[in-house]
T-cell receptor
Framework: AQSVTQPDIHITVSEGASLELRCNYSYGATPYLFWYVQSPGQGLQLLLKYFSGDTLVQGIKGFEAEFKRSQSSFNLRKPSVHWSDAAEYFCAVGRYSSASKIIFGSGTRLSIRP | DTGVSQNPRHKITKRGQNVTFRCDPISEHNRLYWYRQTLGQGPEFLTYFQNEAQLEKSRLLSDRFSAERPKGSFSTLEIQRTEQGDSAMYLC?????????????????FGPGTRLTVL
């Protein structure tokens, strides 16, 4: 069965520090991988996605993620966080064919220390 | 604003009542999805439509839940005989799928959600 694990429920980093949010997936076929961000009262916004090709994916707001098939991971990174990055981050996996549903992880809440 | 809209944004109801939510997708999008999100969890897939056809339903979608997209534009999600366990945020998303493979190729744009509280 498809599943996504985000092992960190809550992370706090200082403004200007680097960030890495972990994501591991379980999937029996070629996955589509996503990172979404959800701010309070806002809808989910796509940060980046990976389908194929270069395993280092660039996204919006200065985020990037690296797909590592051998580790079944798709970690999100940002070299220097801003206070506005405080939000909930969700990793998700989609099925390559026959359906469009996306399986989300349980999320990592990011807090920024001034 | 041309994004996905959902109404109402908040709904408080008593157990046993029926509720209906509406989702208006981005106008040219042919796919529409419903998800449910409970506190501290990620969204869980409920169902999706390709135009007016409902192509997949999750086992989470009990027989008290029904979704429609009659003209391939807006969609409604109805919950009959609500239970306290139905309290959650109900999210709608839409996407434009040009291919025929059915995979999750293109970005799903999410609406702000409808928060349901069942007393």
């Amino acid at each position: 069965a498809q599943s996504v694990t985000q092992p960190d429920i809550h992370i706090t980093v200082s403004e200007g520090a680097s960030l890495e949010l972990r994501c591991n997936y379980s999937y029996g076929a070629t996955p589509y991988l996503f990172w979404y961000v959800q701010s309070p009262g806002q809808g989910l916004q796509l940060l980046l996605k990976y389908f194929s090709g270069d395993t280092l994916v660039q996204g919006i707001k200065g985020f990037e993620a690296e797909f590592k098939r051998s580790q079944s991971s798709f970690n999100l990174r940002k070299p220097s966080v801003h206070w506005s990055d405080a939000a909930e981050y969700f990793c998700a996996v989609g099925r390559y064919s026959s359906a469009s549903k996306i399986i989300f992880g349980s999320g990592t809440r990011l807090s920024i220390r001034p | 604003d041309t994004g996905v809209s959902q109404n109402p944004r908040h709904k408080i109801t008593k157990r046993g009542q029926n509720v209906t939510f509406r989702c208006d997708p981005i106008s040219e999008h042919n796919r529409l999805y419903w998800y449910r999100q409970t506190l501290g969890q990620g969204p869980e897939f409920l169902t999706y439509f390709q135009n007016e056809a409902q192509l997949e339903k999750s086992r989470l979608l009990s027989d008290r839940f029904s979704a429609e997209r009659p003209k391939g534009s807006f969609s409604t999600l109805e919950i009959q005989r609500t239970e306290q366990g139905d309290s959650a945020m109900y999210l709608c998303a839409s996407s434009l799928e040009l291919g025929t493979s059915g995979g999750a190729h293109n970005e799903q744009f999410f609406g702000p959600g409808t928060r349901l509280t069942v007393l």
